[in-house]
Nanobody, 117 residues
Framework: QVQLVESGGGLVQAGGSLRLSCAASERIFRINAMGWYRQAPGKQRELVATITNTDRTYYAGAVKGRFTITRDIAKNTVHLQMNSLKPEDTAVYYC???????????WGQGTQVTVSS
């Protein structure tokens, strides 16, 4: 099974930027879709952005225009560039790998993003 390791979280002021990275233990072109989810305290985990193995992307309305998801096939890494951060973006961000045929999902351990006002 694939292992996912996130990095790049931290504390930033409102309006600032962060870049999250998710390193996969296998070739990401084998993964049907990868994405980022987030979970704030007391809230359910929610989808932030996804990218398929054909580079189709999807963004949640709350982040559209501010966040960009990309993948680096050579490095088996997916990135989430987050700009114009808001306090409501504060959450633990999780990387996800989805295998459509098997109907399976794998998760990273999460990385904390805190945006101060």
């Amino acid at each position: 099974q694939v292992q996912l390791v996130e990095s790049g979280g931290g504390l930033v002021q409102a309006g600032g930027s962060l870049r999250l990275s998710c390193a996969a233990s296998e070739r990401i072109f084998r993964i049907n879709a990868m994405g980022w989810y987030r979970q704030a305290p007391g809230k359910q985990r929610e989808l932030v952005a996804t990218i398929t193995n054909t580079d189709r992307t999807y963004y949640a309305g709350a982040v559209k225009g501010r966040f960009t998801i990309t993948r680096d096939i050579a490095k088996n890494t997916v990135h989430l560039q987050m700009n114009s951060l808001k306090p409501e973006d504060t959450a633990v961000y999780y990387c996800n790998a989805h295998y459509s045929l098997a109907g399976r999902d794998y998760w990273g351990q999460g990385t904390q993003v805190t945006v101060s006002s």
